[in-house]
Structure formats: structure tokens, C-alpha cells
């Protein structure tokens, strides 16, 4: 049975870190919320999440289905399927590191969030405005630059060579940061032009991953959604600046 | 040789939820920053963290050393420890499932240190204060329903009874939703007053918890540091409030 995908339609989000590694590995699976035909929407998450009944719910999407388990949560989904779909090092030690790595990304990605909804996820992003400034300038200035100089330096420190994250091959931790870079550049364009030449080996693991057969096809399709200002990475012009 | 747990000293944190299983566990483990004798402090923590050759150094800690192995992030170093430490379903699924319930916790624990920090880690608290109570309101009154609601549902939706959030043994999920209620009840005693009856399931699992002879003892030495207002749990009484 295909591996099912829950999470909200219309945005990239965090499902889109388990989507690349399904699209990189090439393999069948169904975006349940935009599956064609199915006309589920996100209804189905949705009762699943409220189910009384179901053991074990998820707290909230994306999670994945496999026959009657359900994993919830971008790192865990992705270390429970790195070794299936070939996207980790088969080494046990190995792969406690890259989940590591992976919640290194889950943190920045819960920082992004933050930049505009510092207060509150129930306010609008212009009832918080203001804060939203003062974080953002200080994500801006500190975060972003804490974040990607130590993927940048773990980089140049593996021991199997700097074009990959980890190991000598491929794994999720790389296409997660991809999505990164792509995604902070969406956001703050100004502030990742200026921080970009202290990124060298990032820019060019980014620029490996995007021109991967599958990773291409895929980000050519309609499968891949555009950037926009429902989702995590959102590109409000008076949040970015030049550090 | 003995697991080597590396976090600041003189604060519970997030390394707490590691020594709660290690020591849940009753066996050796060497508190490194706190070591009698090694007079080490965290300068060993720190140095590691910036080492330049270190393949694959932590981002931050908590971190454990289990030989040549690092594992970073708590969700993650409880992931490695739980079957060896007995505190986790055999099970494969059920340790996915574990650990979903686990990065469930590490949201919330996030959450929690951003209702004093809502701008900028590195801001003090009284320079952010006015947005720490906005944000502190809003945890409060929708944050703490929505995730000790569903902790309550899941504990009452585990098929193996409602004593255990997975499985129908003790394990490291169960250990960390103690610490969990034990801090929010230190912040915001007023809030969790005002919702403490709506978590019959998780109040008994926090007086379960505390009771066991392993736990018991480790309350009671002088391991187990006092919550305080360096940690993540904090109690400012002007930003606690009844709901």
C-alpha cells in the first residue's frame, strides 16, 4: 500500500520536507488532502486528529500513514523513512545523528514560523506586526546566522567530504536544507543576499540537490506548490532587511 | 563506559528530561558540568561545540556521549536511550509512536521558554516583558488547553489502559509529561489551578510518576536542582494568570 501523506493543501509547509524525500526517492504516494478524485480535502486529517476512538493521534500535521501506523512529526516521519527510502546511512549511530541534524532544522523551521507570529498562531500576522519587526530583525541579525554557520561548518567537518551534510551520499538532511535555503531566500531576500558568500558549501549542496533528475522534475510540476503567505516561509517586504 | 550527559549546570532545563530516565533507569551516568571532582563546568561542552574538527558537532545541548557517538536534541537522545534503558516498547512502531508523543514535548517546551522570550534569546526578560505578557496570555488561555487536552485524550485512548501515555509500561513519554506538569505547576501555578481539573488522567500520571522509588529518590537529592528563573520553567507571577 502507498505511503499516505496528511497535511493542509494550498501550502508547502512543513509537509514539504517529507514530500521532497518522497519525490527524490521516486516512489508512489498519496497527498491526501490533494489527491484528485478523492475530494477529501483535509477532512479525513481532520477526523482523524479527533478521533475519540483511534490510539495514539497525532497532535497535528503533517504525519504519515503506513498500513496502521501513523508517524507524527517531519523528523520522525523522515527517520522512520530514511532507511526505506534509501535517504540515510544504513549505519544505527549514523542516523541518530542525522535525526539530529534533522531537529536542528525543526527548530529553525519553528523560529521561521515565529518571525510572523510572535505573540500568538491565533492572532493575524497584522495584529502582531510590531513584534513581528523586532524578531524578525533579531532572526535576522543572530538566528540566521547562527543556524546556517554551524550547518555550514558540520558541513566542511564531514568526514566523507563537504557535498553532503552526512555520510558520503544523499539523505533527507540535505534536502531539508535545500528547502531551507529556498525558503529563507523566498522570505528575506535582502538579508540572505547579504549573508549569502558566508554560505559557500550550503549554496552549493543547495544547487546540487536542485538539479537531482527527480528533485527537478518535481519542482517543475504541479505537484510542487509556490511560496506564499499561508505557509511557514512568507515573504512580508517589511520584515526583511540588510544586516 | 558510563553515559556522559553534557548540559549547563545550575539550571533543571531541557537536560532534565534526559536525567529523569537515566535516573528512572538507576544506572551510572556523569553529569558532566557537574561532575565533583572533574572541575570541569561546561567548559568541556562548550569546547566540543566548537570544536573545527569534530565531524558532526551538536548545535546545542543537551547532548549525550555514548563512546564515539554524540546524539543531540532530548526527543532524540530518548529515542537511542529508551530500549536501553527498558523505558520504551520493544515494539518498532510503538517507538515511533513514542517519540511523535516526544517532539509533541519538545514544542511545548519551546513554547514555554518563548512566554519569557518572545523577541530575542538574547534580549533579558525585562527588555521584552510587555510582549512576554501578551504571549504568556495567549499560551495560557489556548496553548495549555489544546496540548495537555490532547495528552489527557491520548492517555485515555491508549488501548493498553489509561495509566501510560504508549504501551502499558512506564516509559520515557510518561517521565517527561511529569516534568512537564511539575514546571508549568512552578510558572503558572495560578493558570494551572484554574485547569488542573480537566487532567484527571495526567495529574495521576504525574503522582505516579513522582512516587516511584527511583524517581522518589532522585526528587529528594541534591541532584535534582529547584526549578529557578534561568531555566525554560519560570515563575514571574506577573505573567501568570487565571484564565
Known amino acids: 500500500m502507498a505511503y499516505e501523506l496528511y497535511y493542509w493543501d494550498g501550502i508547502q509547509g512543513r509537509g514539504e520536507f517529507v514530500r521532497l524525500a518522497l519525490e527524490e526517492a521516486g516512489i508512489k504516494y498519496i497527498d491526501v488532502a490533494r489527491e484528485p478524485g478523492r475530494g477529501m480535502g483535509t477532512g479525513a486529517m481532520l477526523e482523524l486528529m479527533k478521533s475519540r476512538s483511534e490510539p495514539h493521534i497525532p497532535f497535528a500535521p503533517p504525519f504519515l500513514r503506513d498500513g496502521d501506523l501513523i508517524v507524527s512529526h517531519v523528523a520522525n516521519i523522515l527517520f522512520y523513512l530514511g532507511p526505506k527510502l534509501g535517504l540515510v546511512p544504513a549505519d544505527d549511530k549514523l542516523r541518530h545523528v542525522a535525526n539530529g541534524l534533522q531537529l536542528t532544522i525543526t527548530d529553525l523551521v519553528a523560529e521561521v514560523h515565529d518571525t510572523h507570529h510572535p505573540i500568538a498562531t491565533s492572532l493575524y ?10 524578531r524578525t530583525k533579531a532572526f535576522i541579525c543572530e538566528r540566521i546566522p547562527k543556524f546556517l554557520g554551524y ?14 551534510i552526512i555520510g ?23 538579508a540572505m543576499k547579504a549573508h549569502d558568500s558566508n554560505y559557500p558549501g550550503l549554496n552549493a549542496l543547495h544547487d546540487a540537490v536542485s538539479a537531482r533528475p527527480n528533485i527537478a522534475t518535481y519542482l517543475g510540476s504541479k505537484r510542487r506548490l509556490a511560496f506564499n503567505e499561508d505557509g511557514i516561509f512568507r515573504h512580508y517586504p517589511e520584515l526583511d532587511l540588510t544586516p
Do not use: C, M, T, W
Request: charged share 30%.
Open 125 to 134: 500576522y497584522e495584529d502582531q506586526k510590531d513584534v513581528a519587526k523586532a
Open 168 to 190: 558520503k551520499a544523499l539523505s533527507y538532511v540535505d534536502l531539508s536544507l535545500f528547502q531551507v535555503i529556498e525558503g529563507l531566500r523566498y522570505a528575506f531576500p535582502k
Open 151 to 164: 550547518f555550514e561548518q558540520v558541513l566542511h567537518q564531514n568526514p566523507e567530504g563537504s557535498r553532503h
